[in-house]
């Protein structure tokens, strides 16, 4: 491939090299530093003039940092001369637009004493005028917005990357974004992989992956359940679904602490599931993560390479990583032709994971 450069942001270097390998190319040669003051140093050691760039940064690890970093990247690929400018984000950072759990103006109402009639009273001082406790709504910063003007701006051309938590996210930029989709390659694990699939249930953990779950579902031509979780008391779910003696997938395209699917998998499991897993892209595993999985009814968790994984799978035995390295190295290939990507989101393609 020529007019070609692949470079590595300091998230995911592995992954880079990996699309790289088959690409067949090496990988561009940067070099990715801080000051003494903690501000980020990027250095290109390459001529990058009327080149396509194809910038790989994942939104992990030190999400801040990394955004910075992919920002600068942009810039200096621009004052070098390239002829487009891609950002490869495998997992884009700031994706997860979270909603008010409370949309309510008002603070939730205490039973009131009955009332006592006061007489009136001249007050000369204002201070000691009684305080008047005030309602007001809790506000949540939407930095969608935000983060795509900013990479926008930098002098970004094109965005690829993998199952957005909210695939309106992509109406925040005014430059194409490819938001490419796992099921392909998750529907394809789970065929080679899980013996009864056809007998299994597709399980959402919640309403906002029913679409998800539905898809997959139809996909393998299986059955489909839901967990409803009450957003107020968030102690309270119910399963929409019949799981006895089935094995139950498990669908997120998030998993960061953990909570939701082994909360989830103990409700399966009392409900008689008789084997539970649980597919997830994008497994940022914090804190305390790890530990409720070993310690879950998962039986065994299936995430991607969008994050690295490599510490998580020393700690936790119950994780197998899907690699979706050829899926990017061929979306990177088919954008730099001009050929078109609409038949990657279909079933057909023989992806390798």
């Not at 801080?34 to 990027?42: I, L, W």
């Amino acid at each position: 491939m020529n007019n070609i450069v692949v470079l590595s942001g300091s998230a995911h270097p592995k992954l880079t090299q990996q699309i790289c390998d088959k690409l067949g190319i090496p990988v561009g040669k940067v070099t990715l530093s801080k000051f003494s003051n903690q501000e980020t140093n990027v250095e290109i050691h390459q001529s990058i003039r009327e080149n396509d760039v194809y910038i790989v940064q994942s939104g992990c690890g030190q999400v801040n940092d990394n955004l910075i970093e992919l920002i600068i990247m942009i810039g200096a690929c621009r004052t070098s001369s390239a002829r487009r400018v891609v950002c490869v984000c495998p997992f884009f950072p700031y994706s997860r637009n979270r909603e008010p759990e409370d949309l309510t103006f008002d603070e939730p109402k205490k039973e009131e004493a009955p009332k006592k009639t006061k007489k009136n009273k001249t007050v000369l001082d204002l201070g000691q005028l009684p305080l008047q406790q005030s309602t007001y709504k809790h506000w949540t910063a939407k930095s969608g917005t935000l983060i795509a003007n900013m990479i926008t701006a930098a002098g970004a051309d094109q965005i690829i990357t993998l199952d957005l938590h909210d695939p309106q996210f992509q109406g925040f930029f005014d430059i194409p974004v490819d938001n490419l989709t796992s099921q392909p390659l998750i529907a394809k694990y789970i065929r080679d992989n899980i013996p009864d699939y056809k007998d299994a249930i597709i399980v959402s953990p919640d309403a906002g992956g029913a679409k998800r779950a539905t898809a997959l579902s139809e996909a393998l031509n299986t059955n489909f359940g839901l967990i409803h979780k009450d957003r107020i008391n968030k102690n309270n779910i119910q399963l929409v679904g019949d799981v006895k003696d089935k094995t139950v997938i498990l669908l997120d395209d998030i998993i960061d602490t953990a909570t939701t699917i082994t909360k989830a998998a103990k409700l399966l499991h009392e409900h008689g599931a008789k084997k539970i897993y649980v597919v997830a892209p994008h497994a940022i595993l914090s804190g305390n993560a790890l530990n409720l999985i070993n310690e879950s009814f998962v039986d065994e968790l299936i995430v991607g390479n969008t994050i690295p994984q490599e510490e998580h799978v020393e700690k936790c035995p119950k994780i197998k990583v899907l690699d979706f390295a050829s899926m990017f190295a061929e979306v990177i290939r088919r954008v730099h032709n001009g050929e078109s990507v609409s038949f990657l989101y279909g079933d057909s393609h023989n992806w390798e994971y």
